[in-house]
């Protein structure tokens, strides 16, 4: 019996160009997900393995476009109001049975692919890429593809990657990932690049973790325009010398906006963060991707850049819900 493969990998990288011999596409904001069609049965797999088909009886009633036999790589996404909308592909990951017919209905899921595993029997994982990829365009045209399944766009114009990175982000995209055209499928390996979009924000620090005298991580926020300071994210481990740095800029305070409130220790996790509140007086530049959850929140913990104590809590971009950019 033919068995899904483990998933190829990419590596990050700082540069955006295009290499020769080497093709882009868009990096989704969604879920990694491996797929197999075969004998009527619906088999998704996430990257880690687990299985994700009871979550999305709308990818396995749409499965009977796709012919016997036949396995791709891709990923799962929702949209919401024209934007990629990775808090509600979470909430679905949670339900089984009506539940999830229910929001597969309301939060409808899409199968963007980019690779093709195995066609009609066939195990394609040792053709080159280029020879994937024309496969796995003519399976969309031969059969007249539709929603649930999208095919991923790929190019090896270096121009088009540019115009990707510069007009898509802000519907969500977070990146390209890069491809080398003669390469086989390589599972686990991590032969392909990927490079994310970042730019740097400025946020005021409210909280942090760790020791007074030197905070491992910053909880982060800005003002709204009803003068309320809203959390906006938390930064990843701060270097030691910056964290004894920004020690010097902090004090402690119960008089908090943020009183009584409870942090979760990251995406999905039910473990609340310990955390020092601190008068929100000290303004930093973080390194931020596109990725926000429904409140604009950042999704990833921003990188820590430098401080800011020439700008005053006025200064950075006011909060409002559904942006934090």
């Known amino acids: 019996m033919w068995m899904l493969p483990e998933p190829m990998l990419a590596a990050p990288v700082a540069d955006s160009a295009l290499p020769e011999g080497w093709a882009g596409e868009v990096k989704w904001d969604g879920w990694r997900a491996l797929l197999s069609w075969d004998a009527g049965r619906l088999v998704l797999r996430s990257r880690r393995g687990t299985d994700l088909t009871p979550s999305f009886p709308d990818l396995c009633s749409g499965a009977v476009q796709l012919p016997d036999a036949t396995a791709l790589d891709g990923e799962v996404v929702v949209w919401e109001s024209g934007r990629l909308a990775f808090e509600r592909l979470q909430g679905r990951l949670q339900r089984r049975g009506a539940g999830a017919a229910r929001l597969g209905e309301q939060w409808p899921a899409h199968y963007v692919a980019f690779d093709v595993l195995r066609l009609e ?93 030197a905070p491992r991580t910053l909880l982060l926020g800005r003002y709204d325009t009803d003068g309320r300071l809203g959390y906006v994210g ?92």
């Open 121 to 213: 029997g066939a195990d394609t994982t040792a053709w080159p890429y280029r020879r994937r990829r024309a496969a796995l365009e003519d399976l969309f045209a031969e059969h007249r593809l539709t929603a649930p399944w999208a095919l991923c766009p790929s190019t090896t114009d270096p121009a088009t990657v540019q115009e990707w990175l510069t007009g898509w982000t802000a519907v969500g995209v977070e990146g390209v990932i890069f491809k080398r055209l003669e390469d086989s499928y390589q599972p686990s390996v991590r032969a392909w690049r990927k490079y994310k979009v970042r730019h740097t924000e400025d946020a005021i620090v409210g909280a942090f973790t760790g020791s007074p005298a």
């Open 234 to 325: 938390r930064s990843t481990t701060l270097p030691q010398t910056a964290g004894q740095a920004v020690s010097k800029f902090l004090s402690p305070t119960e008089d908090h906006p943020w009183t009584g409130w409870t942090f979760s220790a990251g995406w999905g996790s039910r473990e609340s963060l310990h955390v020092t509140l601190v008068a929100p007086e000290l303004v930093v530049e973080v390194g931020v991707d596109v990725a926000r959850d429904g409140a604009g929140r950042w999704r990833h913990p921003a990188r820590w850049h430098r401080m800011r104590p020439d700008l005053s809590p006025s200064d950075p971009p006011r909060f409002t819900p559904g942006t934090a950019g």
